[in-house]
């Protein structure tokens, strides 16, 4: 099983090939390939490589499938004894990328 552990958006996502995720708005076109090289392990048949922080030689292919929007959340300020209240509610922006490749260089 090959597998990478990468970072993008601030945060660290296992990816697959052949599997989507939803990651933080990415400000591209639909349909449009991106490489993702923020690599930090890449799991290659049991043969495993760590990067310092970044593995340089390994890309992974991506292609963006559709910009949308996340579940909506809930957020509730209250000062007891104050009678204020402050409901808001966020939804976050995602962009949905499908894991087509990982290559290594």
Known sequence: ??????EISG????????KYYDFNRIPTLLGKEITLNRVLLLNN???????????????????????????????YKMRPKKKTRKKQGHRQELTRVLIENINII
Do not use: C, D, S
């Not at 099983?1 to 990468?6: N, R, S």
């Not at 990067?51 to 292609?63: A, F, S």
């Open 1 to 6: 099983m090959k597998y990478a552990i990468v």
């Open 45 to 75: 048949e049991g043969e495993i490589l760590i990067g310092r922080p970044y593995l340089e030689n390994v890309k992974i292919q991506g292609k963006v499938l559709q910009h949308v929007r996340g579940r909506k959340t809930v957020v």
């Open 11 to 18: 945060r660290q996502f296992w990816v697959e090939t052949g």
